[in-house]
């Protein structure tokens, strides 16, 4: 049974930084690709950083050179390390896993059914 949990989110102010946590549950890292999507009300779920089977990482132009996507296998986690934080980063985060990159890979986020599991989000807050 696949479970993931989101953590670490909270309010910070501009330029600061925040690590999230996606602590995980019947996932193989080696045979799925793992993902950070963000979403703020309204808007559709944007991909930020994606993490494959085989350890290739991808950004969102917007967040290259500012997040990090990592991978602890020992600990079942993945994270998401954010610096010089934004106030249009402010979003809710989740963390995704898929066995298929079809989507994942290319920062989309898959259709209804399609399979992907997801948490349940942790709330980033940037202020000036």
């Known amino acids: 049974q696949v479970r993931l949990v989101e953590s670490g989110g909270g309010s910070v102010q501009s330029g600061g930084s925040l690590i999230l946590g996606c602590k995980t549950s019947?996932?193989?890292?080696?045979?799925?690709?793992m993902a950070w999507f963000r979403q703020t009300p309204g808007q559709e779920r944007e991909g930020v950083a994606v993490?494959?089977?085989?350890?290739?990482?991808k950004y969102a132009e917007s967040v290259k050179g500012r997040f990090t996507i990592s991978r602890d296998f020992q600990n079942e986690m993945v994270y998401l390390q954010m610096h010089n934080l934004q106030e249009e980063d402010t979003a809710k985060y989740y963390c995704a896993a898929d066995r298929i990159n079809t989507y994942l890979w290319r920062l989309r986020e898959p259709p209804v059914g399609w399979g992907t599991y997801w948490g349940q989000g942790t709330q980033v807050t940037v202020s000036s």
């Open positions: 993490l494959d089977s085989n350890g290739s990482t």
């Open positions: 019947g996932v193989d890292y080696y045979d799925n690709c």
